[in-house]
T-cell receptor, first 117, second 116 residues
Framework: AQKVTQAQTEISVVEKEDVTLDCVYETRDTTYYLFWYKQPPSGELVFLIRRNSFDEQNEISGRYSWNFQKSTSSFNFTITASQVVDSAVYFCALSASSGGSNYKLTFGKGTLLTVNP | EPEVTQTPSHQVTQMGQEVILRCVPISNHLYFYWYRQILGQKVEFLVSFYNNEISEKSEIFDDQFSVERPDGSNFTLKIRSTKLEDSAMYFC??????????????FGSGTQLSVL
């Protein structure tokens, strides 16, 4: 079975601070995919990034960066110079193919990020 | 960018009534999904659908639930006899990946179902 743990329930920062959202996952599969989604107050789920288990290269996209470490089963997400518009719930998710279940995402419980002006 | 469309955005119903939640996936997508999110909780997988049949379903997806792709463009979720605990945000999603869900899922903006 797959499991995703986001230990931080809520984080509050002041604008321009850097913030890191933690994600730890569990799977027995060697091939899997990790995702981050953002859910702003309007409710929709917005895709941010997908990584596969064979690609541990960290990625930077503008103010966003991701640190994937297989050794610790972590896929952390950092926002640099946070802005008020970054306020949202952020979900980490895992897709793995054990038992043929390669169709679904298993989500973490989410981290509510509040960026104050 | 193409998007998944869900209607209605809000649905209020009485306990025991049937509801149908509607979704129009992105036109060239092959895999379709329903997820739900109870207020304040994580997003949970309900069902996946490919080639006009259910590929996988979760424990939540019991006999009260059914899905259908009636006309090649719409993808619906029906709850036969709603319960209070069915109140949640329901998300439809679709993807292109032929071999499963590893590709990016495009989510709709959700239907908030309130069962009174």
């Amino acid at each position: 079975a797959q499991k995703v743990t986001q230990a931080q329930t809520e984080i509050s920062v002041v604008e321009k601070e850097d913030v890191t959202l933690d994600c730890v996952y569990e799977t027995r599969d060697t091939t899997y995919y990790l995702f981050w989604y953002k859910q702003p107050p309007s409710g929709e789920l917005v895709f941010l990034i997908r990584r596969n288990s064979f690609d541990e290269q960290n990625e930077i996209s503008g103010r966003y960066s991701w640190n994937f470490q297989k050794s610790t089963s972590s896929f952390n997400f950092t926002i640099t110079a946070s802005q008020v518009v970054d306020s949202a719930v952020y979900f980490c998710a895992l897709s793995a193919s054990s038992g043929g279940s390669n169709y679904k995402l298993t989500f973490g419980k989410g981290t509510l990020l509040t960026v104050n002006p | 960018e193409p998007e998944v469309t869900q209607t209605p955005s809000h649905q209020v119903t009485q306990m025991g009534q049937e509801v149908i939640l509607r979704c129009v996936p992105i036109s060239n997508h092959l895999y379709f999904y329903w997820y739900r999110q109870i207020l304040g909780q994580k997003v949970e997988f309900l069902v996946s659908f490919y080639n006009n049949e259910i590929s996988e379903k979760s424990e939540i997806f019991d006999d009260q639930f059914s899905v259908e792709r009636p006309d090649g463009s719409n993808f619906t979720l029906k709850i036969r006899s709603t319960k209070l605990e069915d109140s949640a945000m329901y998300f439809c999603a679709s993807s292109t990946q032929k071999t499963g869900g590893q590709k990016k899922l495009f989510f709709g903006s959700g239907t908030q179902l309130s069962v009174l």
